[in-house]
């Protein structure tokens, strides 16, 4: 019972955020927003202020802020000048944009908690472990890692992110020792024990803040977030990740939350804090990335008519647009339901 309070209490933050960002961007240009809801299904409580209705219903997963006139397909029906459709385009722009910055900056919120109640690890080869793929490069003990592949590297979970996206391949990495800067080349090696590639390297180097240094490791922390995100997307569409992998909300709920709080717990109260917090930046920073990509029904995908009515300096008819989106709805609803078996295969048969 506490794990799923515990999933209802995060998602339903995240997904506020979301929906709150767009509905303070359209009402701030004069939208109407019909609806702002949280949950899926029939009401279990709803009122109506000023023209909006206000709603929770029955299932915690997803929520809307819905615009007068968004979907295109009753463009024909006369628009009050609310709608969304007799908005500017730079102000509508700004309403679908909201969505996904509004949770980035509750990631980078949680992300400023999180920073002052645990110990960051600095990338440092604490130990270069013999016969490894850092020790045929030339790492040794205290070089610090400034990038590999050629991104920065700013904390050591993005080594750990890179080992567990890499199949082997050779690629470029920096080090740092005693104030030099050095370039090698370094091939991951697989550990069977570990079922993935590996570096060789330990880490017991924690970093020391002063002053604003929070600020920085928080950026760090929803970079590293959204590095993770795209990154497992990548593995995903090249088939790197089996149904195991994937998970939806009654996985999250259950393998995630669940079982994250039930190892913590022993631990006291702030260790099960500090957990839950990086459950929800995760899933913030996660939600913001995927609704960027530019695929029908999505804000990314909201985003490219948008930007090519900017271009042709004239919209693409609203109700081709509506229908768009309305096939991009029907996908996400039928990979919805795959997703809730899936879970259900997941979690009750293995």
């Known amino acids: 019972m506490v794990s799923l309070i515990l999933f209802i209490l995060i998602f339903g933050i995240v997904v506020i955020s979301h929906e709150f960002g767009h509905f303070l961007i359209a009402k701030a240009n004069g939208i109407h927003v019909v609806e702002f809801s949280v949950g899926m299904g029939p009401d279990i409580v709803s009122f109506t202020k000023g023209d909006t209705k206000y709603s929770i219903k029955w299932l915690p997963i997803g929520g809307a802020c819905t615009f007068e006139g968004e979907d295109g397909l009753n463009e024909k029906e006369e628009q009050s000048e609310g709608s969304f459709l007799k908005a500017n385009v730079w102000s509508r722009i700004a309403t679908v944009f909201a969505g996904p910055i509004f949770n980035f900056i509750l990631g980078f919120i949680i992300a400023l908690v999180m920073v002052t109640m645990i110990a960051m690890r600095d990338p440092v080869a604490s130990e270069v472990l013999p016969d490894s793929a850092a020790a045929e490069a030339g790492l040794q003990n205290g070089d610090r890692i400034v990038s590999i592949d050629g991104g920065k590297v700013h904390l050591y979970e993005e080594i750990l992110l890179f080992t567990a996206t890499n199949q082997g391949e050779t690629v470029d990495l920096t080090y740092e020792r005693d104030g030099k800067k050095y370039d090698t080349q370094i091939t991951p090696i697989y550990n069977e024990e570990e079922g993935r590639y590996m570096l060789g390297i ?14 920085k490791y928080a950026f760090y922390e929803v970079k590293y977030s959204m590095t993770s995100t795209y990154k497992s997307l990548g593995m995903l569409i090249r088939g790197r990740v089996s149904r195991h992998d994937v998970a939806g909300p009654v996985g999250i709920a259950v393998n995630v939350v669940g079982k994250t709080y039930e190892a913590t717990k022993e631990y006291g109260w702030k260790n099960v804090l500090v957990n839950m917090l990086n459950i929800m ?27 090519l009515e900017v271009v042709r300096g004239k919209p693409i008819p609203a109700e081709k647009e509506g229908m768009v989106h309305f096939v991009g709805f029907v996908f996400f609803m039928v990979l919805m339901v795959f997703i809730f078996f899936n879970d259900i295969a997941n979690v009750f048969i293995h």
């Open 202 to 215: 330990v880490n017991s180097d924690f970093v020391e803040l002063k002053g604003f240094d929070f600020v």
């Open 281 to 307: 930046m995760l899933l913030s920073v996660n939600l913001g990335v995927l609704n960027l990509i530019p695929f029908p029904a999505l804000d990314g995908g909201r985003l490219v008519f948008l930007f």
